[in-house]
Structure formats: C-alpha cells, structure tokens
C-alpha cells in the first residue's frame, strides 16, 4: 500500500502518514464529521473502467512516486503562470503543508473545502476547522490544522488502524483536482498555487484530469501511482 505522505523540509509538525486507500480515507471522513461522501479506488483511467466510477465526481485524490522528479517536471508550468500573473484564484480554498507527512490529509481538505456548497460537510470537527480557516491566509490555516486536538487525534488514530507498517520517510506526495466555476484545478499543497488545468464538470472531473495524470505518467516513466475518486455517498 502506498503512504499519503511525503517529506519536505521545513515542517512545523510530524504526523503519521494515512494509507492510501479508501478504508482508511472514509474512516478519517467519519470521525471528522463528513459523512456526505465517500472515496472509491479509480483503478484505470480508461473509459470503460470509468463508467463505474459514480457521478458527479466531488474530486479526485492522486498519489505519485518521486515528487522531487514531480517539482522538476511542473517547475516550467509554475513559472510561465506565475509570469502571467497567476495566484490562488478568488473563491478557491487553498493552504500550504506545514506538516511533514500530511499530505494526504491536505488533499483531501482542499477536496472537501473547495466543494463546501456542493456537499454536506456536516457540523462536526472538519466543518468547525473550515470556519476558522477561511478567514485566515494560506500559512495560518496549516497552523491552524496543527494546533487542532479534535483532527490530529482523528488523523493519528486512523493512521495507527492501518495495516501497513510506518514509514516515516517516503518519496510519495498527494495532490486534489477538484472543479471550482468551471475550471479543473490541480491542488498540491506544497506548489505556490492552485494550478488551473482547463475547463471540466462534476461529470468529467476524473476524465478531464486524466489526461494531466497520463502525461506525467509517461514523464516519469512509471505507473507507481495510487488514485481515489471522492464522490456522493448515496
């Protein structure tokens, strides 16, 4: 099973990686209070592998090996949006990991956070962690996750319930795609920004977006990676 972590220098706080599987994604979801929604493994991006995946799609959470490789490849995309005068886009909820071995977590909160009149978050520790984010820059919300009793003891008891052995150090990042007014929007916390990827829908979000994932794919020369489609829990 591949790890929803990563290490970068620089972080504030370590926490213990979550598995990337749905099992341990959707019992994060519960015990944070979110219970209108659920992940499912994507296991192929081709069409017919697709039509099982339920619609419409809330996001997608992607896993890739070597993210070092992975900043080097999109290092040119940054810089020519950045030249262009790109940030984080109005209305788009976006925060920078301050926690070493959180990005999992990190997906799945701009997944859920940028998708918050689309779903029921509920009322419970997610949804009261959301209302004092907003207001606050993209620095302060990591600061603000890290100093939250009720998420980091939902973080740690569901990463301590996997099946795999911990590994403090590991190669693999997670990023969110998510549809924000019409756009496709790559979200990797450790990135200056949300990176627009071109118009989709709830309909197409996954398709759309695997045609970004396929082209890093071939890139990196590897199909080491681990995707979770987040949908409607009907």
């Not at 809330?58 to 262009?84: F, G, I, M, R, W």
């Not at 009149?117 to 949804?127: M, P, R, T, Y």
Request: hydrophobic share 40%; with cysteine.
């Amino acid at each position: 099973l591949i790890h929803l972590s990563t290490s970068h220098d620089n972080m504030a706080a370590h926490w213990l990686p979550l598995e990337s599987n749905p099992d341990s994604i959707n019992a994060y979801l519960t015990k944070m209070g979110v219970t209108s929604v659920e992940c499912v493994d994507v296991f192929s991006f081709d069409d017919d592998m697709l039509a099982f995946v339920p619609s419409p799609q809330v996001a997608l959470l992607l896993c890739y090996p070597d993210y070092k490789k992975v900043a080097e490849v999109d290092a040119p995309s940054y810089e020519k949006l950045k030249a262009e005068g790109a940030g984080v886009p109005k209305g788009v909820f976006f925060m920078r990991q301050r926690i070493e071995n959180a990005c999992g977590t990190f997906a799945l909160f701009h997944a859920l956070a940028n998708n918050e009149g689309n779903v029921d978050l509920g009322s419970g520790a997610f949804a009261q962690w959301l209302e004092k984010a907003k207001p606050l820059d993209e620095n302060a919300r990591s600061e603000l996750l890290e100093n939250d009793a009720a998420l980091a003891g939902a973080h740690e008891e569901t990463s301590r319930a996997g099946e795999t052995e911990q590994n403090e150090k590991t190669q693999h990042h997670f990023v969110a795609f998510v549809v924000k007014d019409g756009v496709l929007y790559e979200i990797n916390s450790s990135a200056p920004f949300p990176r627009p990827l071109g118009a989709s829908t709830a309909k197409t979000l996954i398709k759309d977006a695997s045609v970004h994932i396929q082209d890093l794919m071939a890139k990196l020369d590897t199909i080491s990676f681990s995707a979770l489609a987040l949908v409607n829990n009907n």
